[in-house]
């Protein structure tokens, strides 16, 4: 590994966060098209139920993979700051406690998505059609929720050693196995539902065994020792990052959820086009997730280093970059949303709901980029609470209760419910900047009492 390239404490900060971004973004672009293609293949060779309950289910396990992905988020401070501060013989340490505890969190998760599968399904108010589709999907994920979370685990670790290189590679390995697995069941053996489950547990599989593989011949900046397995100290450190990052993403997942059934309960259409749309938003929002993963790993290097105010010029630069790409993505989803539709299905009723969401969504793309780049920073600081607080405001006070007010109305439209996220996020940037304000004087009050003892 070149330790110059994934040094972020030295160098151009613009040139070195677009250097460590691009990959990130990448493994992004081949994971939102790995959720993608489940819905394309449904939405081409099996029905608009199967569609509807790929929706649905999918928002049911992307709830467990967001709120791992949190808690992991603290596996890449806690190393990031191991490397700042020159301690990098615990980060063996950090990953033998995480190995420990992610498989025990597995075994509990997939045996919950078994059980609760059609409990959750009816929750979710999925319509009736695709009731017994949307519980084959979660307990068939759930079935391989230890390879969906191992490999957030492994992206994490590289992540915060600097290295967004390999998750790339991981992530496309997935991708490929993925598409072939959905061609394979989907439109040759006309599986439905049950073939783009299995084609998604197999392909994360896959790049897990892969990935170990990978890991073991590259040059790593650390030991692991089979003593350092186990549940050591380490854990309550970056537990102690991640379980409000964590924390927040299950809240904002539960949003998510709710905001799904709202739109289930408006009909198979509805929540078809809802479905449609969720995965175009998850291509409108990678350069705003890009930005944060790179900004924690950024700015956690610089915090332990001690260069706060290249850590700030990292934010700010951040923010620009990505409201500039923002505001073309958003002219995209705008103006063309039902091109982009079309390319998950044909049927023109479940297109016409998918471009109403994403008339309204549309600037989500340039003002999540601002509030992104601020909760990067934040994170980089080891501030999760705040964040996790931020989060729940944004959910629980704008999001949340304008999507259910938007839905209950004559004739809902999509366009209003779809507006209630970039509200939130607006809402959600002058919670940060207010924060910014009062703990940035507060950095600066301490420095100035360290300076004068």
């Known amino acids: 590994m070149d330790e110059n390239i994934n040094d972020f404490t030295q160098g151009n900060i613009l040139e ?65 700051r191991y490397i700042g501060e020159k301690r990098q013989h615990l980060i063996g340490k950090v990953i033998g406690g995480a190995i420990c505890f992610f498989t025990v969190i597995s075994i509990i998760v997939g045996i919950g998505m078994f059980i609760f599968a059609r409990p959750l399904a ?46 790339l590679i991981f992530v496309a390995i997935a991708c490929v196995v993925n598409i072939v697995g959905d ?24 790049s897990v065994i892969l990935s170990i593989v990978i890991m073991r011949k590259e040059k790593l900046p650390f030991t692991i020792k089979r003593k350092d397995i186990g549940f050591n100290r380490e854990i309550r450190n970056f537990f102690k990052v991640g379980i409000p990052i964590a924390f927040q993403e299950i809240l904002t997942q539960i949003s998510f959820l709710a905001l799904c059934a709202f739109i289930n309960r408006l009909g198979l259409e509805a929540s078809s086009g809802y479905g449609v749309a969720s995965k175009i938003v998850s291509f409108v929002m990678l350069v ?69 969401y994403l008339k309204g969504f549309s600037i989500e793309a340039v003002v999540t980029c601002i509030l992104f780049s601020f909760m990067g920073y934040f994170n980089g600081h ?21 999507s259910y007010l938007m839905s209950i109305q004559p004739n809902a439209d999509l366009t209003m419910i779809g ?26 009050d301490n420095k100035t009492v360290n300076l004068n003892v």
């Open 122 to 167: 009816h929750l979710m108010q999925a319509p009736e059609e695709a009731i017994d589709l949307t519980v084959d999907y979660v307990r068939i994920c759930g079935g391989g929720i230890i390879f969906i979370i191992a490999y957030n685990v492994i992206s994490s670790i590289f992540r915060g050693l600097g290295n967004s290189r390999l998750p």
């Open 419 to 444: 507006l209630a996220a970039p509200t939130a996020t607006i809402f959600g940037i002058l919670i940060n900047l207010t924060f910014y304000i009062i703990y940035t004087k507060k950095l600066k």
């Open 288 to 356: 705003p997730a890009a930005l944060m993963q790179s900004m924690s790993s950024f700015v956690a290097q610089n915090v332990g280093a001690g260069k706060e105010e290249r850590a700030k010029k990292a934010m700010f630069s951040g923010m620009a970059m990505g409201a500039g790409i923002g505001v073309i993505i958003a002219g995209l989803a705008f103006f063309k949303g039902d091109a982009l539709a079309y390319i998950f299905t044909k049927d023109p009723y479940v297109i016409l709901r998918a471009v109403e």
């Open 183 to 206: 061609l394979i069941f989907v439109a040759v053996f006309n599986m439905n539902v049950v073939g783009a489950a299995l084609a998604t547990v197999i392909a994360q599989a896959v």
């Open 16 to 80: 070195k966060l677009i250097q460590f971004m691009f990959p990130i973004l990448g493994a992004l672009v081949l994971q939102a098209m790995y959720g993608a293609v489940d819905i394309i293949i449904v939405g081409w060779f099996g029905t608009t139920s199967g569609i509807s309950a790929v929706s649905t289910g999918s928002n049911i396990v992307n709830l467990i993979i967001f709120t791992v992905a949190g808690l992991s988020m603290g596996i890449t401070v806690l190393i990031g």
């Open 382 to 402: 080891s501030q999760t609470w705040f964040v996790m607080l931020q989060g729940i405001a944004q959910s629980f006070i704008i999001r949340l209760p304008m």
